[in-house]
């Protein structure tokens, strides 16, 4: 069963509302490590010299109330259990769908971690959606094996990088 980035759009209201108030969860605590009272800001923005997309860093705090999960990359299988791989007889790197992002123009990114706490959005080509529940993307472009990316916690840091919030 292939799945379409429609079907994810029209879920698009809620999803914002959760951003938005995980966001403003995040951002209304002031860590106890900080006694001059000053609000810390739970997710630093950096650009990225010669890219589009930014860094988003994280806190400690901030990455355990959006509950952040990972998993790191394996290598590419030629055929998927219980699914079609990325093309007839190709390679494909299999994520779990949820790692998944669609922008509002159906491109698909993934969130990888160059270093803890630390999330880099990433282009990849979603070959297809399968497996046994439908839970696995097979990709045709992505990260290398190794990679660590985001499973949960995607959402959130999309809204943290376009500055949902502030």
Partial sequence: MRRQGGDHMRHGGRWMAAILITLAAAACTTPAS?????????????????????????????????????????AAQTAAPGGPSASPGGPAIVVPYSAVLYDPNGVTWVYTVPQPLTYVREKVVVATVGGARGTDAFLSQAPPAGTSIVTTGVIELWGAELGVGK
């Fill in 34 to 74: 900080n006694p001059s009272g000053h609000k810390d800001s739970p997710a630093k923005v950096e650009a990225i010299s010669g890219k589009d997309v930014k860094k988003v860093t994280l806190t400690e705090q901030a990455a355990r109330r959006v509950g952040i999960a990972t998993v790191t990359i394996g």
